[in-house]
């Protein structure tokens, strides 16, 4: 067995799609491709219900459900469970869909017309917090990033607190998530493990009481860190 089949089989998947044969066959092919499908669900509110119980690593979710949006299921469950990434799998490209998604959480974006061998790598890729999106979307997204970084922050009362002091090093890899790197590009470019970098990006989140990669890229991005 590979050390590949055997990360696969650490991740826990849960499948969320409202076609049974679409769902089933997802969830097959995961399956066969060495990754743990801890549950399945056809609508909103079940997979809200699901997920709380089985408590998967990557939710591959699609938009169009009933009985609650999917949006709104990756809007709550991250809400609730910081750690779990979500991988949405949908049959619509629209611009507006996709920003929504990972405005709600969402941390990639594959469409449905995608291949096995691309959803399991997305899967995987995913599980570590790498930015996963149908080519051509990644684009989109960080242009998304960009506008709302050039929006005016409400102010807040009182006194504006102190910044949080970053390391350098959690700066630097600050920089580069704000450049659209993936943290395997991360890596690669300070010659530092996968898991290192994401140990930097989770401090990071924690000093600046950030949740997701979206709300640290616009904080990045403010800073204007991207260009640097």
């Avoid at 696969?8 to 066959?25: F, G, Y």
């Amino acid at each position: 067995m590979t050390d590949q089949q055997t990360d696969q089989q650490t991740i826990k998947v849960m499948v969320v799609d409202d076609h049974p044969m679409w769902r089933d066959a997802v969830a097959r092919d995961l399956t066969a491709a060495g990754f743990d499908v801890v549950a399945t669900a056809g609508d909103g509110p079940q997979a809200v219900r699901r997920a709380h119980a089985a408590g998967p690593d990557v939710l591959v979710l699609d938009l169009n459900l009933p009985g609650m949006p999917g949006v709104q299921v990756c809007k709550e469950l991250v809400g609730a469970r910081p750690g779990l990434r979500v991988l949405v799998l949908s049959a619509s490209g629209e611009h507006a869909d996709v920003l929504e998604a990972v405005k709600s959480g969402a941390t990639g974006y594959l469409l449905k017309s995608a291949s096995t061998e691309e959803l399991t790598d997305a899967v995987r890729r995913t599980a570590v917090g790498d930015p996963v999106f149908t080519p051509g979307l990644a684009g989109l997204v960080l242009g998304e990033y960009r506008r709302l970084a050039s929006e005016p922050v409400p102010a807040s009362g009182g006194d504006e607190p102190k910044a949080p002091q970053l390391t350098d090093r959690e700066t630097e890899v600050l920089r580069l998530v704000a450049k659209g790197l993936s943290y395997k590009q991360i890596a690669e470019r300070l010659v530092i493990s996968h898991r290192t970098v994401q140990n930097h990006v989770q401090n990071t989140l924690g000093k600046l009481q950030l949740h997701n990669r979206v709300e640290l890229v616009r904080y990045a991005i403010e800073r204007g860190l991207d260009d640097a």
